[in-house]
């Protein structure tokens, strides 16, 4: 789906008219829906601030806006078949149904996508138990990776830090 077509998506699910969201990010009141319906039929594309400045007024990630561009089976099969070679991903089949899997093994990027994976499906299985309601699912999703609380970040250390445990290491290999 063409960021245009995730715009109007959004957009929709959100009540607004083009005219509104439009006003909305700062375009004239004469031209706003002119201007929004161009970037959702695709003769035009945002540019990144305006991107920013979208998914902020629709309540969502960028990223939620800037998906692959997948308006085809072909597309989407070659979006697919990146995701194999990049990222370990496989066709296989389970109890006569196919699915996709990740090979954890393949490289770290693999094992990253796989984690990614599983915090989607545990948030996909508390919906069907419903513990979460529909609307904290697609904030989750839309959101994504913002309320993530299963990964795990590394926060990197200072260059003054840095430095100072490579003097360490340095000085013990000299004695």
């Not at 904030?139 to 260059?159: A, C, G, I, L």
Request: proline content about 3%; hydrophobic content about 35%.
């Amino acid at each position: 789906m063409a960021i245009g077509e995730r715009i109007r998506f959004f957009r929709i699910l959100r009540g607004m008219t083009q005219k509104h969201l439009g006003m909305t990010v700062g375009f004239p009141e004469k031209s706003a829906d002119v201007r929004l319906a161009q970037y959702e039929n695709g003769s035009r594309s945002p540019k990144a601030d305006l991107t920013a400045s979208l998914a902020e007024v629709l309540d969502v990630s960028p990223q939620a806006l800037s998906v692959p561009d997948i308006d085809s089976y072909t597309g989407l099969m070659h979006t697919l078949f990146t995701l194999e070679d990049l990222y370990g991903l496989k066709v296989r089949e389970l109890d006569g149904e196919v699915c996709l899997t990740v090979d954890v093994r393949q490289n770290k990027d693999a094992a990253r996508l796989h984690e990614m994976l599983c915090s989607w499906r545990e948030q996909a299985a508390k919906l069907e138990a419903g513990e979460i309601s529909k609307e904290d699912y697609d904030k989750w999703r839309y959101h994504y990776p913002e309320f993530d609380k299963s990964q795990t970040y590394v926060k990197m250390p200072s260059q003054e830090l840095n430095d100072m445990l490579v003097d360490i290491f340095t000085d013990e290999k000299v004695e």
